[in-house]
C-alpha cells in the first residue's frame, strides 16, 4: 500500500467555502465601520472632535486627519478582493498603534482591550486571505 501525499503552494491555498463567508462579512462590517463610524468623522469634521474631546484628542489635528485617511482607505481596501490582506495588515499595524495610544499617551488603558481584539482580527484576515498579496504582486509586475 502507498501513501499519497499532497502539496500546497502559496498560490492555491484557500479559505474554504463557510471561512470565505466569515471573512468576507467580516471584512464589510469592519470596512464600513471604519469609513462610517472611525474614520469618516475625523476627515469630515476634526476640529468638532478635538474641541469637544480635548482630553482624548492631544494629538496634532494634521495627524487626525492622517489617521482618518488611513482608516478610510483599509476600510475601503478590505472590500477590494486584491487588496484585502493588504489592507488587513495596515490595520493590523494601525490598530496596535492605538492600543498603544490609548496606553502610554492618552492614558486610558482600559481603552486598549477593543482596538487590540481588532488587531488580531485583522491579522488574521491578512492571514487568510495571503495569496491575495501575491496577485497584487504580479498585477503590479506587469
Do not use: H
Amino acid at each position: 500500500m502507498t501513501a499519497i501525499t499532497a502539496t500546497q503552494t502559496t498560490a492555491t491555498i484557500r479559505p474554504g467555502k463557510v471561512r470565505n463567508r466569515v471573512l468576507w462579512t467580516l471584512q464589510i462590517v469592519l470596512g464600513l465601520f471604519f469609513i462610517i463610524a472611525s474614520g469618516g468623522p475625523k476627515l469630515v469634521m476634526p476640529q468638532t472632535l478635538m474641541e469637544n474631546n480635548a482630553t482624548a484628542f492631544s494629538l496634532p489635528l494634521a495627524l487626525l486627519v492622517f489617521i482618518g485617511l488611513a482608516e478610510v482607505a483599509g476600510g475601503i481596501g478590505l472590500m477590494v478582493p486584491r487588496l484585502t490582506a493588504a489592507a488587513a495588515t495596515g490595520m493590523a499595524i494601525l490598530t496596535f498603534l492605538a492600543a498603544g495610544f490609548n496606553t502610554f499617551i492618552a492614558g486610558t488603558p482600559e481603552l486598549a482591550p477593543f482596538p487590540l481584539a481588532l488587531t488580531v482580527i485583522f491579522a488574521w484576515i491578512a492571514y487568510e486571505r495571503r495569496n491575495s498579496i501575491t496577485a497584487l504582486r504580479t498585477l503590479i509586475q506587469r
